[in-house]
């Protein structure tokens, strides 16, 4: 987490922006959950600790600059999470029913077959992938 904190810390300081005892804890919260989170449920994470006002200018600050990757989903709710060069790739499967959203990472060989994919489904050349993410919607088994 230390290594990660100093990252974040050497990113926010080349656009000026400060690393607040606020960001530090949003940070930890997102390193410890097992998914993307939405603020709401960020709010709950850090107790209501941070302003909801304040958690989502955080929010808005760490993603514009790249700290952290939103994502779309279930009915129209964000969930953010530390962003790929951070944490590593991964891709996520979408509960559609309470909208958990859970991290996997595939072996490295599925990897490959999704790179492969990719790469065919991008092939004409008019367009150039700079990455990929899957997320496999389903019912959890909580909802199940």
């Given at each position: 987490?230390?290594?990660?904190?100093?990252?974040?810390?050497?990113?926010?300081?080349?656009?000026?922006?400060?690393?607040?005892?606020?960001?530090?804890?949003?940070?930890?919260?997102?390193?410890?959950?097992?998914?993307?989170?939405?603020?709401?449920?960020?709010?709950?994470?850090?107790?209501?600790?941070?302003?909801?006002?304040?958690?989502?200018r955080s929010l808005a600050i760490l993603d514009k600059t790249e700290v952290l990757s939103p994502?779309?989903?279930?009915?129209?709710?964000?969930?953010?999470?530390?962003?790929?060069?951070?944490?590593?790739?991964?891709?996520?499967?979408?509960?559609?029913?309470?909208?958990?959203?859970?991290?996997?990472?595939?072996?490295?060989?599925?990897?490959?077959?999704?790179?492969?994919?990719?790469?065919?489904?991008?092939?004409?050349?008019?367009?150039?992938?700079?990455?990929?993410?899957l997320e496999i919607e389903g019912i959890c088994s909580e909802c199940a």
């Amino acid at each position: 987490m230390a290594n990660t904190e100093q990252l974040i810390m050497q990113r926010l300081g080349e656009t000026g922006i400060r690393y607040s005892a606020g960001r530090k804890a949003l940070i930890r919260a997102l390193s410890k959950a097992d998914g993307p989170r939405s603020a709401a449920e960020l709010y709950e994470d850090l107790g209501r600790t941070i302003p909801l006002s304040s958690l989502y200018r955080s929010l808005a600050i760490l993603d514009k600059t790249e700290v952290l990757s939103p994502h779309h989903g279930v009915k129209g709710v964000t969930r953010y999470e530390l962003a790929e060069w951070l944490t590593g790739h991964h891709h996520h499967l979408v509960c559609i029913s309470c909208g958990t959203v859970d991290d996997i990472t595939p072996p490295p060989d599925l990897e490959a077959d999704l790179e492969s994919v990719v790469k065919s489904l991008t092939s004409s050349g008019r367009f150039f992938p700079r990455g990929h993410a899957l997320e496999i919607e389903g019912i959890c088994s909580e909802c199940a």
